[in-house]
C-alpha cells in the first residue's frame, strides 16, 4: 500500500490549526497531528481530528447537474457552462448578485471577486462574513483603522487578564481555549461574560451571566468605574488616542453607573467592580470576543464599545493585549481580504475610491468593473429577492448554504425562489443546492493547493492530498473556464493558484510580500506583510493605530435595546450558537459518521426553573415559536442558562434555529440579530 502524509490546514474553524492528512493508494483515510504547527502543536479538537472524514462521503457531488421539468439530469461541464453563460448575459449587472465564500480559499475569493466585477460587471458580491463578523471589520476600522484580530493566538497564552466576551471559545475556538487555559497556568486571571455557563465559562475565575444583548451597558459601566477609580491609563490616552473627552460625556452618564448596568444586565454589581479592576490593573488583559457581540442590531456599538476599553486602558500593541475577534469560518478573514464584499477590493480597497477602480481596470486588463456603487450584502440580497421581485434575477453562489445560515428562513426561502436562475457550486447537494438550476460539482480543501487566512490573519497552505471525486473540479477552475466561456481568457489565464496568489501579491498591498515559497514554512505568514523582506505582523498597532493620523478613536455609545424584546405573547429570549461537534450548517459535520453520532440533532436549552415552572422535561419535545416561524425540538433542561433565555444550535434543518430568528440589521453592518430575539415555548399536545 502507497502511503503518504500532507500537511495541511484545518477546513473548519478560524483558528487554523495544522494536519497531516494521511492518504493511502491515492484516498485519505485519516488525520495525524502535525507537531511542527506553531498554531497547536500537534494537538486538534474532534472536528480537526475528523476532518478527512466527509472527504470521500457517498454523497459528494462527482457532476455537473442541470434541473429540467423540477428534477436534476446530470450534464456535461460544456453543457453546464454552455447555458450558465448564456444566461449570464442575459442579465445586467445590477440584476446578478454572487455569493462567495469563507470555506474556499483565498485564491478562490479572490477570482470571484474578479469575475463579479471584471465579467459579470456587478458590484454584487458578499458572503457570510456578513452573517458573523462584519461588525468586526467596520467597528474596528471605525476605531483602529483596520479590521482584524490585533494579536496572534499564541500571544492569548501570555495575557495577564483574559475577558471573553460573547465567545464560547472552548466549543467554537478549542485551540484557542488551550491558550485561555495557559494564561490561566501562568497565573493570569480569566472572566467570561455569557448568558450560559458554557463550557469555557466553567473555566472562569469570575464568570458574569448577563441577559443577552445588553453588552453596551456593560462596558459602559465597566469604563465609568474604572474612571471614576482613576485607573484609565493617561499615558496611552494622551499619546495614543483621540476623543476621549467624547467618550466621558457618554459613559459617565449616571445610566451607566454599577447599579443601573446590574439591574440592565443582570449581572451582580461586585462582580462589574471586580471584572473592572482586574481589567485595568493587569499588567496586560485583552478581550477575545466572537459573535455573542457581535450579531446584533448594535454589532459595530459593541465591537466600538470594546476597543474603547482596551484604548482606556491602553491594553494594545503589546504582547497579552489587544481586541480579539475570534472569527468563526476557517477562511472568513481571507474571503474579506480578498475582496468578497460589496464596498471593497482585495486588501479593503475601496470600490467608491477612483484610484482603486483605475488601478484594478488596469491590473484586471478591463476597461468597466461596475465601479461606483457599493452591491448589495447578503441580507441586502435577501431581503430584495422577497419583498421586490425582479430587481435581482440572477444569483451565482460558491460554497455558501443561506437556507440553513441565514436569518428567517421562510423569508430566505420565497427570496431565493424568486429568482430567475441560480447557480450553486459546492461539494454536497445542500438545501441551497436544492433550489438551484444548476449545480456545480466542486473540490474541497483536500483536493487542491490554495491559501487560507485564519483569524489572526496568518495565511497558510492548503495542499492537494487526493483527486476531487467523478468530474468535480475545484473553484477556482470552474471560475477560469467559465470565464473562458463568457470570453475573458486573457483575464482569467491562471493554471494553478499559485499563479493566482502571484496576482492577489501584485495588487494587495498587506499580502504584497508573500509568495508560495515563504508560505511554505509551517509558521507562514500574517499580514500586513507589505515586502519581500518583511517578516509579517503578529501584532497590530505597536506604535501607531492605522489611521493617518495614527490615533486610535474612542466612540462615545450609547445602550439600545435589542430590535425585538420579549413581552407577554413572546416572554423568552432566544440566543443561538454553535456546539463542539458540528461546524455551521452541518453540510460537513453530519457527514462525518463520529461527529454526528454525539450530536445527532438539534435542542433547546432551558433553564431549570423555568422548565418547572412551564411545566416541561429534559427530553420533551417542545414547540419553539416566533414572530417568523415555528419548530419542534427536543428539550435540554440544564442549570447553565439564565432564567428567561434559551439557547438553540443553528446547525440542523429537521430543526432549524433561523426559522426562528429575526431578519433586523444593525443599520452599518448590514449584519442580523441572531442573537437575541422573542420567543415563547408551546407543549405539544398528546393526541
Ligand atoms: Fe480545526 Fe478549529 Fe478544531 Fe483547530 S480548533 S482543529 S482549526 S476546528
Known amino acids: 500500500m502507497d502511503f503518504k502524509y500532507v500537511p495541511t490546514t484545518c477546513p473548519y474553524c478560524g483558528t487554523g490549526c495544522g494536519f497531516n492528512l494521511v492518504v493511502a493508494d491515492g484516498k485519505v483515510v485519516g488525520v495525524q497531528p502535525w507537531q511542527r504547527n506553531p498554531v497547536n502543536e500537534g494537538k486538534l479538537c474532534p472536528k480537526g481530528t475528523y476532518a478527512w472524514e466527509f472527504i470521500n462521503h457517498p454523497d459528494r457531488l462527482t457532476k455537473p447537474l442541470i434541473k429540467k421539468d423540477g428534477k436534476f439530469v446530470e450534464a456535461t461541464w460544456d453543457e453546464a457552462y454552455k447555458l450558465i453563460a448564456q444566461k449570464f448575459k442575459s442579465y445586467k449587472g445590477d440584476e446578478i448578485q454572487c455569493l462567495s ?11 470571484m471577486n474578479k469575475f463579479a466585477r471584471a465579467v459579470l460587471k456587478t458590484p454584487n458580491i458578499d458572503h457570510c ?31 495577564k487578564c483574559v475577558f471573553v466576551l460573547g465567545s464560547n471559545t472552548f466549543e467554537n475556538h478549542p485551540l484557542i481555549g488551550r491558550q485561555i487555559m495557559l494564561a490561566k497556568k501562568r497565573g493570569g486571571k480569566v472572566i467570561v461574560a455569557d448568558p450560559r455557563l458554557t463550557p ?96 446584533h442590531t448594535t454589532g459595530v456599538d459593541n465591537v466600538k464599545s470594546v476597543a474603547n476599553l482596551q484604548m482606556l486602558t491602553g491594553h494594545l500593541g503589546k ?63 435577501v431581503n430584495v429577492l422577497a419583498d421586490t421581485p425582479g430587481k435581482l434575477k440572477c444569483l451565482y453562489i460558491m460554497g455558501e448554504n443561506p437556507m440553513i445560515s441565514d436569518p428567517d428562513l421562510h423569508h430566505v426561502e420565497k427570496g431565493l425562489k424568486n429568482a430567475e436562475f441560480i447557480v450553486v457550486q459546492d461539494i454536497f447537494l445542500t438545501e441551497t443546492a436544492q433550489l438551484a438550476d444548476v449545480v456545480l460539482p466542486a473540490a474541497c480543501y483536500a483536493e487542491k493547493d490554495g491559501t487560507q487566512t485564519s483569524t489572526e490573519r496568518r495565511v497558510q497552505k492548503w495542499r492537494k492530498a487526493q483527486d476531487p471525486p467523478g468530474e468535480a473540479k475545484p473553484d477556482w477552475q470552474i471560475i477560469c473556464e467559465l470565464a473562458k466561456v463568457m470570453g475573458f481568457e486573457k483575464q482569467f489565464p491562471f493554471k494553478s493558484p499559485e499563479e493566482i496568489f502571484t496576482e492577489v501579491a501584485k495588487v494587495t498591498p498587506s499580502y504584497g510580500g508573500m509568495d508560495y515559497v515563504r508560505l511554505e514554512k509551517p509558521e507562514a505568514l500574517h499580514w500586513p506583510c507589505p515586502a519581500k523582506d518583511h517578516p509579517g505582523t503578529p501584532i497590530l498597532h505597536k506604535e501607531k493605530f492605522a489611521h493617518p493620523d495614527g490615533l486610535g478613536v474612542f466612540t462615545p455609545i450609547e445602550f439600545k435595546y435589542p430590535a425585538e424584546v420579549p413581552d407577554n405573547e413572546f416572554p423568552i429570549i432566544l440566543t443561538t450558537g454553535r456546539c463542539i461537534w458540528h461546524w455551521h450548517t452541518g453540510s460537513m459535520t453530519r457527514r462525518s459518521p463520529d461527529l454526528a453520532r454525539e450530536e445527532p440533532t438539534g435542542w ?11 411545566g416541561i422535561k429534559d427530553k420533551e419535545m417542545i414547540k419553539a415559536v416566533t414572530r417568523r416561524g415555528e419548530i419542534t425540538i427536543g428539550a435540554r433542561v440544564t442549570k447553565g442558562i439564565k432564567r428567561g433565555e434559551v439557547f438553540i444550535p443553528f446547525h440542523f434543518v429537521e430543526c432549524a434555529a433561523n426559522v426562528l430568528t429575526n431578519n433586523a440589521l444593525d443599520p452599518t453592518a448590514k449584519i442580523p440579530e441572531f442573537k437575541a430575539c422573542a420567543l415563547r415555548i408551546e407543549k405539544i399536545k398528546e393526541a
Open 129 to 159: 462574513a456578513r452573517l458573523c463578523h462584519a461588525s468586526t471589520v467596520v467597528g474596528l476600522a471605525g476605531t483602529f483603522g483596520s479590521g482584524a484580530m490585533t494579536n496572534s493566538i499564541e500571544d492569548i497564552g501570555e495575557s
Open 101 to 111: 465564500s469563507a470555506r474556499v480559499s483565498n485564491e478562490e475569493n479572490y477570482l
Open 319 to 381: 504582547r497579552g493585549g489587544g481586541v480579539n475577534a475570534l472569527r468563526g469560518q476557517n477562511n472568513v478573514q481571507g474571503a474579506c481580504d480578498m475582496g468578497a464584499l460589496p464596498n471593497v477590493y482585495s486588501g479593503y480597497q475601496a470600490v467608491i475610491n477612483p484610484d482603486f477602480q483605475k488601478k484594478m481596470k488596469e491590473a484586471w486588463g478591463v476597461s468597466d468593473i461596475a465601479a461606483g456603487r457599493v452591491g448589495y450584502t447578503v441580507t441586502e440580497m
Open 200 to 295: 469555557t465559562a466553567k473555566q472562569a475565575d469570575l464568570f458574569m451571566q448577563f441577559h443577552s444583548g445588553t453588552d453596551v451597558a456593560i462596558l459602559n459601566g465597566l469604563m465609568q468605574y474604572i474612571i471614576k477609580n482613576g485607573w484609565e491609563n493617561k499615558d496611552f490616552i494622551k499619546n495614543r488616542t483621540k476623543d476621549f473627552e467624547k467618550l466621558k460625556e457618554v459613559v459617565m452618564k449616571p445610566d451607566y453607573a454599577l447599579d443601573k448596568v446590574s439591574k440592565i444586565s443582570g449581572i451582580p454589581e461586585d462582580q462589574l467592580k471586580t471584572a473592572a479592576e482586574w481589567i485595568a490593573k493587569a499588567e496586560s488583559s485583552n478581550v477575545l470576543y466572537s459573535m455573542g457581540i457581535t450579531q
Open 604 to 614: 433547546v436549552e432551558i433553564n431549570d426553573d423555568d422548565a418547572k415552572e412551564w
